[in-house]
């Protein structure tokens, strides 16, 4: 069973930035497994924010972030980031990271099923 821990949340300021850990179990092999980046804030659904392939060859981002959010790998560490620059308050969310096994360079479809999940971080984005 992989398990997937997401760290680096907190408060931050209007334009500010934070960046997100998601880091999977000892002995697990991430670098078989897309990785992607999900949200969920009060009262809404669940929304893809971004995905990497298994490699961090490919990358996409949904609409709200791009330009704003950069996701990033380090298999070595079994670590996925996401560095979010200029927050504003609707990017306030409970933030998830899920995987996926696809050992093949390919991206994954934020639609698609992500069958393993960690418990999330929180990002407030506030004055």
């Known amino acids: 069973q992989l398990q997937l821990v997401e760290s680096g949340g907190g408060l931050v300021q209007p334009g500010g930035s934070l960046r997100l850990s998601c880091e999977a179990a000892?002995?697990?092999?991430?670098?078989?497994?897309?990785v992607g980046w999900f949200r969920q804030a009060p009262g809404k659904e669940r929304e893809g924010v971004s995905s990497?392939?298994?490699?961090?060859?490919?990358?996409l981002y949904a609409d709200s972030v791009k330009g704003r959010f950069t996701i990033s790998r380090d298999n070595a560490k079994r670590t996925v980031y996401l560095q979010m620059n200029s927050l504003s308050p609707e990017d306030t969310a409970v933030y998830y990271c899920?995987?996926?096994?696809?050992?093949?360079?390919?991206?994954?479809?934020?639609?698609?099923?992500?069958?393993?999940w960690g418990l999330g971080t929180q990002v407030t984005v506030s004055s």
């Open positions: 899920a995987a996926v096994f696809e050992p093949f360079e390919k991206i994954t479809q934020l639609s698609a099923e992500w069958p393993y």
């Open positions: 000892s002995g697990f092999q991430l670098p078989y497994y897309a």
């Open positions: 990497i392939s298994s490699t961090g060859g490919s990358t």
